[in-house]
């Protein structure tokens, strides 16, 4: 998890994302979250104008496969980072959901 020597590096990659793109990031504590699949109910809850969510799997390679859900306004946006390092599936992530938050 993001507790471990590991996760200290990828906390660190969030925090100076979060920097430099100006959007606050909270990441929840272990088990919230079981609402995952319902985005739209999560922002309510945190009271957020969008919420991102990112579900990451491991591959055999030791990259990862990230689904992105954007939930806000209303409507949700559902794309997919494959075989990227933590950092870069992070990095477009991100990237992406301030684009389209955006609208360019």
């Given at each position: 998890g993001m507790d471990g020597e590991r996760g200290w590096g990828q906390r660190e990659t969030l925090l100076s994302l979060e920097e430099r793109l100006g959007l606050p990031l909270?990441?929840?504590?272990?088990?919230?979250?079981?609402?995952?699949s319902e985005p739209e109910a999560l922002r309510a809850k945190y009271g957020a104008d969008a919420l991102l969510l990112g579900t990451m799997s491991v591959t055999p390679a030791g990259y990862w496969d990230t689904g992105w859900t954007l939930a806000g306004a209303g409507e949700q946006r559902i794309w997919?980072?494959?075989d990227a390092t933590f950092d870069e599936a992070i990095r477009q992530g991100l990237g992406t959901?301030?684009?389209l938050l955006s609208g360019s």
């Amino acid at each position: 998890g993001m507790d471990g020597e590991r996760g200290w590096g990828q906390r660190e990659t969030l925090l100076s994302l979060e920097e430099r793109l100006g959007l606050p990031l909270l990441l929840p504590k272990g088990g919230e979250e079981g609402g995952a699949s319902e985005p739209e109910a999560l922002r309510a809850k945190y009271g957020a104008d969008a919420l991102l969510l990112g579900t990451m799997s491991v591959t055999p390679a030791g990259y990862w496969d990230t689904g992105w859900t954007l939930a806000g306004a209303g409507e949700q946006r559902i794309w997919a980072v494959d075989d990227a390092t933590f950092d870069e599936a992070i990095r477009q992530g991100l990237g992406t959901a301030a684009r389209l938050l955006s609208g360019s």
